[in-house]
C-alpha cells in the first residue's frame, strides 16, 4: 500500500521537509487493532493526567550499524529527533503492540520474537499530548532493539517530518536528540 503521507528512508536528511508526493510500501499481513483500544481525546487527556502511558520504542539498526531517529511532529517531544515507537493500548497484548507500532512508525512488519528487549526507562515532560505546559506526561517505554532487512524502504510521515540515520557514537553529542533517546545508548536501564 503506497500513501502520500510516506517518504523513502534512504533520501532522508535531517532538516528536509518531506514531500508529499511521496509514498511507503507495507508488506505482509497486518494485526488486527484492538477494537476498543482508543479513548476519545477528553477520556485521554484525563488518562495523561492520571497516570503513566506505556510504551514501546524501536532502536532501529540498518547494516552499517546506524540508527533511525525522525523529528517528532507532535508534543509532548515535538521538533525533537527520537526513535520511534508508540503508546500500549488497552486490552493489546505486548506482541499485538509491538507489531501495530512498528507498522505505524516504520510501514513495516516486526514481530516482538525477532527483536532485542533493550531496556525499560522513565519519561517526564512538563507537556501533554496537546502540548499544554503544565500538564506533565509520564512514560514507562519498553525499548527493543531491531535491525532492518533492508536499507531501503518507506517511512510514513505521520508521526516524524524527516528521518536520518546516525551513528551510535554521534547520538550523545548530536544537539538535536532528544535527552531521553540519547539514554537509550548512554545509561542505565531500570
Given at each position: 500500500m503506497r500513501t502520500s503521507e510516506s517518504r523513502p528512508v534512504e533520501t532522508f536528511?535531517?532538516?528536509?521537509?518531506?514531500?508529499?508526493?511521496?509514498?511507503?510500501?507495507?508488506?505482509?499481513?497486518?494485526?488486527?487493532?484492538?477494537?476498543?483500544?482508543?479513548?476519545?481525546?477528553?477520556?485521554?487527556?484525563?488518562?495523561?493526567?492520571?497516570?503513566?502511558?506505556?510504551?514501546?520504542?524501536?532502536?532501529?539498526?540498518?547494516?552499517?550499524?546506524?540508527?533511525l531517529?525522525?523529528?517528532?511532529?507532535?508534543?509532548?517531544?515535538?521538533?525533537?529527533?527520537?526513535?520511534p515507537g508508540g503508546r500500549i493500548h488497552k486490552n493489546e497484548t505486548l506482541d499485538t503492540a509491538f507489531s501495530r507500532i512498528a507498522r505505524d512508525e516504520l510501514g513495516l512488519n516486526f514481530s516482538r520474537s525477532n527483536s532485542r528487549f533493550t531496556g525499560i526507562f522513565e519519561h517526564f515532560y512538563d507537556t501533554d499530548f496537546q502540548g499544554i505546559r503544565g500538564k506533565s506526561t509520564h512514560y514507562i517505554v519498553l525499548t527493543h532493539s531491531i535491525q532492518a532487512q533492508s536499507d531501503s524502504f518507506w517511512l510514513p510521515l505521520k508521526q516524524?517530518?524527516?528521518?536520518?540515520?546516525?551513528?551510535?557514537?554521534?547520538?550523545?553529542?548530536?544537539?538535536?536528540?532528544?535527552?531521553?533517546?540519547?539514554?537509550?545508548?548512554?545509561?542505565?536501564?531500570?
Open positions: 536528511s535531517v532538516g528536509s521537509m518531506p514531500s508529499q508526493q511521496q509514498a511507503f510500501q507495507n508488506v505482509g499481513a497486518v494485526p488486527k487493532e484492538c477494537p476498543d483500544s482508543l479513548l476519545d481525546k477528553e477520556t485521554f487527556a484525563s488518562a495523561v493526567a492520571s497516570v503513566p502511558l506505556v510504551a514501546i520504542d524501536l532502536i532501529l539498526k540498518n547494516s552499517r550499524g546506524r540508527v531517529f525522525g523529528r517528532r511532529r507532535n508534543p509532548p517531544a515535538q521538533g525533537y529527533l527520537f526513535v516524524h517530518s524527516d528521518y536520518a540515520w546516525l551513528n551510535e557514537e554521534d547520538i550523545s553529542r548530536h544537539p538535536d536528540i532528544h535527552p531521553y533517546a540519547k539514554a537509550y545508548f548512554t545509561e542505565e536501564k531500570i
